[in-house]
Structure formats: structure tokens, C-alpha cells
């Protein structure tokens, strides 16, 4: 597994360099990338929106995404909506490239149906989904998309998605499970922030207690693993 660590000075930045980095992999040609929420990813959707509006084929893209709130997709804590208000809105994306997780449906029935659309229209190889590019984000709990520790067994599970429960406050949660991020072309972490370099440092160090954290556990395959960060280990 290849790990490259791209580092720059403030969340601004990494945002302006994933952007780029993102502009890239989509020259003209279709794709499906799992999105994340989270304040770094919404950064690097206000900066996609106003600097590549007019430059990438958003025609090309289809946009599925690695974790969802059940909530419906106007509350305030919805993936979707967020993504909704600082990119999609901005930009000419056909709906059908849109590829939201129902997040006001039940959570046992829409894991089922999220799993089938994505089964029928992205590629399998070695028996699951392949997404060219999965974006992550690091919880201050070393979670990512919505696995936390206490529910490590989602990592392994031989779906293609599972319902979550957040630890702290209860809220049920779809993820894509650790088999099918793994199975990407391309994963890359979006991290920035002091309260994150503890579990980053961890993590990428192999030490105090990264076994614990779900992000650990990301490593693709067959593809590379980027990360995104502002945070310099020293
Ligand atoms: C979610 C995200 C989650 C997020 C991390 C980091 O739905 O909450 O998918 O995995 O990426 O919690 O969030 P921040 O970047 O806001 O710290």
C-alpha cells in the first residue's frame, strides 16, 4: 500500500490542494467518489465550487457518499444537505449523478436499497463495489466515515453498507463498510485541526492506541492512500 502525505499550512489550503487534487482525477472521465461530511470536507466543497465550477466535467461524476445522519435530508446535521449548500447547488451537476442515502427512510430498509444502487451502478472487483476515489475525515475518537470503536466488526463486514449508531448520542448512521472503502482505487483523508494530531500522529506512527481507531484499519487493496493535512508531525 502506497501512503502519501500531503501537508499545508492552514484547513484553507488543504482544501485548495485537494480541490486541485480532485480536478485532476476527474479530467474527463466518469467517476464515482464517496463523499464525507465533516468541516474539512465542506471547506473543500466551497473551494471546488468557486474555483473549478466552469473547469471539471461534473458531468462525468457521480457522487455517492461514505456516511449519513438518518435524519432527513433538510436538518442541519445532514451530509447530503451540507454538501447540497456549498457545492451541488453551485455547480451544473445532473441530479441522476446524485446518489444520496435516504436518510429520512429506515435505517434497516435504506441500508438495503443504498447498497443495491450502488451494486448496480458502480464496478466490482475482487467481489465488491470499486470507487475511483473514497474521501474520509478523522473523528476526535479516531472514527472515520461512521465507523467508531465500539462497532470495529463494520471494518470487516462482508457488506457493502451497515448501520452505525453513533456512541455518544445514539444517532443511527449508514456506512459504507471498511471492505468496500478498502476496495477504492484512491482513499484520501481530509484531516486538519490541533484537536486531530494526537489520533493522527497515532495512527500514522503505529503507536499508543491506534489499534483502537477505525481509521487505522483504511488500507486500500489494490489503490493508494493520501492524506490531506495541516498538521506537521514533529
Ligand atoms: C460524519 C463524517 C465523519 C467526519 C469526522 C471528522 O458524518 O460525521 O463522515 O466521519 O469525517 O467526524 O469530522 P470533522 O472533519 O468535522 O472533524
Redesign the pocket.
Known amino acids: 500500500m502506497e501512503t502519501t502525505l500531503h501537508i499545508s499550512d492552514t484547513p484553507q489550503q488543504v482544501a485548495a490542494d485537494f480541490a486541485s487534487f480532485i480536478s485532476k482525477i476527474a479530467e474527463n472521465r466518469a467517476i464515482n467518489i464517496a463523499l ?6 465542506e471547506i473543500v466543497f466551497d473551494s471546488l465550487a468557486s474555483d473549478y465550477k466552469d473547469q471539471i466535467n461534473w458531468r462525468k461524476i457521480h457522487f455517492y457518499w ?4 438518518c435524519v432527513p435530508p433538510d436538518n442541519e446535521e445532514s ?1 447530503y444537505k451540507m454538501t447540497n449548500d456549498h457545492l451541488f447547488n453551485l455547480i451544473n451537476i445532473p441530479k441522476e449523478n446524485i446518489h444520496r442515502i435516504k436518510g429520512e427512510s429506515d435505517p434497516k430498509i435504506e441500508v438495503q436499497r443504498y447498497a443495491q444502487e450502488i451494486a448496480k451502478n458502480v464496478r466490482s472487483e475482487n467481489g465488491f463495489p470499486v470507487f475511483d476515489l473514497v474521501i ?5 475518537d479516531g ?4 465507523i467508531f470503536p465500539d462497532q470495529l466488526n463494520l471494518i470487516d463486514s462482508t457488506e457493502i453498507t451497515e448501520i452505525a449508531i453513533h456512541p455518544v448520542t445514539g444517532q443511527k ?1 449508514i456506512t459504507l463498510t471498511g471492505t468496500v472503502i478498502n476496495n477504492a482505487k484512491l482513499i484520501t483523508f ?1 484531516v ?2 490541533a484537536n ?1 494530531k494526537a489520533k493522527f500522529t497515532e495512527i500514522l506512527r503505529k503507536s499508543g492506541d491506534w489499534e483502537s481507531y477505525p481509521a487505522t484499519y483504511i488500507s486500500p487493496t489494490n489503490g493508494e492512500l493520501h492524506w490531506f493535512t495541516d498538521i506537521e508531525i514533529n
Do not use: C, F, I, M
Open positions: 464525507s461530511g465533516g468541516s474539512t470536507p461514505g456516511d449519513e445522519r451530509n474520509l475525515g478523522l473523528g476526535d472514527h472515520t466515515a461512521s448512521r481530509l486538519t485541526g486531530k
